[in-house]
């Protein structure tokens, strides 16, 4: 009997240890999904029963609905839109050459953190979050930052001298960021300051017609398009709307229909017709050959 009451004790003993420390951990669970004051819900890392049992786990999606809670629709350039959670906390869950980055989902959702690639993009320069290789990537240093994606750094609100010159302190995802202004201190001989969302602008080279100066022809609208792996440089187009089908017209003699623009037709046999920082190239074989953008293909 005494040793029944005794095992018995131990056993209590061992239970009012035990105990606790499951408190700790569940709280632990949940302080994942909890929301911080000002901060959008951080998406956990589920594990792989979470996983099956999620019919929408990486499934595709256009908005937020789509995904099954606690799961986020996040945009990646590389695979598009798809429901997702967590794949790390921190850089040591992390393969080498990337990072742990808070990413914000679409629409103002929830934030899921994902590995990155570390890059050489700098300060100010164009970036992506998770991009196709690493030469779109920030340096460890920096975080991709606000509509348009800059490397940038942290900075506080409203508080004089946080950013260096040529920068203003932005309320952007993830966080505040000291994000490029050209507007007041100008650009080098043969660049423009180009405008982005947000009241950013930065420096850069114009290949194209410069539509941000001479406006285009009526019904064509002025597209400019900077690339994070060419720093200063950016591509313009008066895009001309095209399609076999009515109303849209088809292109005039020497232009080609490609992705519903009108471009610039060649042929890689014969003169180059290509205007500088555009060569003749085609998306598909079964496209035509075109005057393509230097910065495509994803070299």
């Not at 408190?23 to 996983?51: C, K, N």
């Not at 103002?108 to 990155?116: S, T, Y």
Request: a negative charge.
């Amino acid at each position: 009997m005494t040793r029944t009451w005794q095992a018995l004790v131990s056993l209590l003993g061992c239970l009012a240890l035990i105990t606790p420390l499951l408190f700790v951990l569940g709280r632990l669970r949940e302080s994942d999904t909890l929301e911080v004051p000002g901060q959008a819900r951080l998406i956990p890392i589920l594990g792989i029963e979470d996983h099956t049992r999620l019919l929408t786990y990486h499934r595709s999606c256009s908005k937020q609905s789509d995904c099954e809670h606690p799961l986020g629709c996040f945009f990646d350039v590389r695979f598009g839109h798809y429901c997702t959670d967590s794949n790390c906390m921190t850089d040591v869950q992390c393969p080498e050459g990337q990072r742990c980055s808070t990413l914000s989902t679409i629409n103002g959702g929830p934030r899921v953190k994902l590995c990155a690639p570390i890059g050489p993009r700098l300060e100010g320069e164009h970036c992506w979050d998770l991009p196709r290789n690493s030469q779109s990537a920030c340096t460890a240093d920096l975080r991709c930052s606000g509509e348009g994606g800059f490397c940038a750094r942290a900075c506080t609100l409203n508080e004089p001298n946080t950013c260096p010159e040529g920068f203003f302190c932005a309320d952007v995802n993830p966080g505040p960021s000291c994000l490029p202004t050209c507007e007041t201190r100008g650009c080098p001989d043969g660049q423009h300051c180009i405008s982005s969302e947000g009241g950013t602008s930065t420096c850069a080279k114009i290949y194209g017609p410069n539509c941000l100066e001479t406006p285009c022809p009526e019904g064509r609208k002025c597209q400019v398009s900077p690339d994070a792996r060419f720093p200063g440089k950016v591509w313009a187009e008066c895009v001309e709307r095209c399609s076999d089908k009515s109303p849209n017209p088809t292109c005039a003699e020497g232009k080609v229909c490609d992705r519903y623009h009108c471009l610039q037709a060649c042929d890689p046999n014969g003169p180059n017709p290509c205007a500088e920082g555009y060569h003749c190239d085609r998306r598909k074989e079964t496209l035509p050959w075109s005057c393509q953008p230097d910065s495509w293909p994803d070299r």
